[in-house]
């Protein structure tokens, strides 16, 4: 053999050793890459698991309201057939018509409210049991703090003025959360009113007080010097969540405009937002129970603040863009509630 023949060899063993570790290159990659393909195809049988979980709770839900049309069908069927007897039976043709008529109209207002009550009863029923658990997920807690606190202040006997606020606003904090518990337990058991007569700019100064507004949220009261006789906690809960919500509408960043003015013997309360406003299709819903367009919440607040105003006799309403919510409350509320005056000056 000769010397180049042998060097020819080396050169072709060398390359074949190169060759045979770039082999096992690839196969240790190739290893990897199944191994990631067997991963991602675990995760999307997990999805796939998940969707089906989810199409075949749509489907039952799909079969009970189709158990539910048919029945409508059913009771349908046999008002036509009592239509068409009625037809029959009548002498008079155009008096049969419109009696037949009247009596559709009737049927079908009967079905459309059984309907309404039926979703309302399923959607009462959701919130009975929302209510209950934050009942007990809330209230236990909140009274381990509200002990805490008040061992905190008998301790500290010798507490500076800048604790004692501090205590002071964690008090009020923890009231505050004590009376949206309630509130949330008033859409189910609508509670009695507790009236006096007050001033609706010092109920929104409260209010404002109490909200954690961002930074770069301005909000702008224009009051007349309005009193109204109003339960003030439940009026101040009505104006922390609609304030609240124009604050998240924009993103912690823009301009919330307040103005109270006189109409008559109504007190106008209007909140606007500089958010981008909300689509007709949303404000449709906007006050519906367990509607909401937020991924936290239970859809409960706007439809809490409907059925409060509502309470006082008044009514809410909302428009955009840009996002302006009306409330109109009676100055002079009367009813089987016993008012109350306060001291105002």
């Known amino acids: 053999m000769t010397v180049k023949t042998y060097k020819e060899l080396e050169v072709t063993k060398q390359v074949l050793t190169e060759k045979e570790l770039q082999l096992m290159d690839l196969a240790t990659l190739s290893n990897h890459k199944i191994q990631e393909s067997a991963r ?9 698991e998940f969707l089906q979980e989810i199409t075949n709770s749509l489907n039952e839900k799909n079969q009970y309201l189709e158990r539910l049309n048919l029945e ?32 559709r109209n009737k049927l079908s207002l009967v079905v459309e409210e059984k309907t309404r009550d039926l979703i309302r009863t399923e959607k009462m029923a959701s919130v009975g049991q929302l209510s209950s658990r934050l009942v ?31 205590f002071e606003r ?17 859409f189910v058991r609508q509670s ?16 404002i007080a109490g909200i954690d507004i961002p930074k770069e949220v301005k909000i702008k009261l224009n009051s007349q010097k309005i009193i109204v ?23 912690g960043k823009g301009e919330i405009k307040i ?21 007709k299709s949303v404000m449709r819903k906007i006050f519906d129970p367990l509607y909401t367009t937020k991924n936290t919440g239970t859809g409960l607040g706007l439809s809490i603040c409907k059925n409060i105003v509502e309470q006082h006799g008044g009514n ?24 109350s005056d306060s001291n105002l000056d």
């Open 72 to 103: 409508l069908e059913t009771q349908k069927a046999h008002y036509n057939q009592l239509s068409k007897k009625l037809k029959k039976d009548f002498g008079n043709v155009v008096m049969r018509e419109k009696n037949l008529e009247i009596q």
């Open 259 to 279: 103005k109270v003015v006189e109409d008559d013997e109504d007190a106008l309360i209007k909140i606007e937002d500089s958010g981008p406003g909300m689509p």
């Open 40 to 48: 991602i195809n675990r995760e999307l049988k997990g999805k796939v």
């Open 316 to 339: 809410i309403e909302v428009s955009s863009p840009p996002t302006l919510f009306v409330v109109r409350l009676p100055k002079n509320l009367r009813g089987y509630y016993k008012a």
């Open 229 to 251: 006789n109003c339960d003030s906690r439940k009026i101040e809960a009505v104006f922390t969540n609609i304030i609240t919500n124009a604050s998240q509408a924009m993103d």
């Open 136 to 166: 007990h997920d809330l209230r236990n807690p909140l009274s381990v703090i509200k002990g805490t606190v008040e061992l905190l202040k008998i301790n500290d006997k010798k507490m500076d003025e800048t604790t004692s606020k501090k």
């Open 170 to 186: 964690i008090e009020s904090a923890m009231k505050k959360i004590s009376y949206q518990i309630e509130d949330v337990l008033d």
């Open 192 to 207: 009695d009113l507790h009236l006096k007569r007050q001033s609706i700019e010092e109920i929104l100064k409260s209010t």
